[in-house]
Each structure stands twice: as structure tokens, then as C-alpha cells.
């Protein structure tokens, strides 16, 4: 039994698969879907469940700086730390986009703990600039 401990799980966004039932992922896919789901959302947005999530969005509306990179990295370390056992992270990079001054790019590198199989994935965060 290969992955036993990676799981399976629904799939995010919750669709419908080709035969009527919910869409199941599994493996990887499944650890990138939770980390994307700890990610998006708040803390506080789940009633029971009001400390999961991650803690960037309270920087939504926050002046671009490279302070506020170091922040986001912290809230992004911890909540995937405390939400995602199944992955250790090896490190997070945050960057502006060079386009569009409304996105910033969270890229974090991390390991299956279950195969040690080396993973990465890119987090797109949108802000509201300021006037």
C-alpha cells in the first residue's frame, strides 16, 4: 500500500467527477489541494474550526514592502507547519509580480515527509492597493 499516509481526499475546489459522485484526488495532488485550502483561508472564516487557516489575509490591504514579504512568510511557515503534517517545508519565497503591483507570489518548496519527495508550489496572494 503506497501512500498511505499522504491520503485521499475531496478535491478543491469540490466538483462533481465524470460519473456523478464528488472528485477524489489523491498523493500529491491531494497535499498541494490542502496546502492551497490552509492558504486561502482565514482564520476565523470556519465556524468549527475558527483558528485554521493562514494568517496573510490580514495584510490584504498593507503597503508592498519587503518587511511585509518577511511577514507573510512567517504567517505562511507556521500555518502549514500547525495544518499540514504531512509536508515539511524547506523554504518560502515571496515576490512581487513585475506587472500587476495587486499580486504577490508565494513560492514555497517542501518535502513529503512520507516519501521525501521533493515538491514546490506557487500561491498567487491578490492585495487591494492603496490610493
Partial sequence: MRNVFVGRGWGFPMRVDPNGGIALVSDERE?????????????????????????IHEHIFDVVTSALFGEIRAKVVDALELWEPRITVTSVDVAPDRDDSSVIYIDIQYRINDTNSPRNLVFPFYMIPGE
Fill in 31 to 55: 497535499i498541494e489541494e490542502s496546502i492551497r485550502v490552509v492558504l486561502a483561508t482565514s482564520p476565523g472564516e470556519r465556524v468549527m474550526r475558527p483558528e485554521f487557516g493562514c494568517a
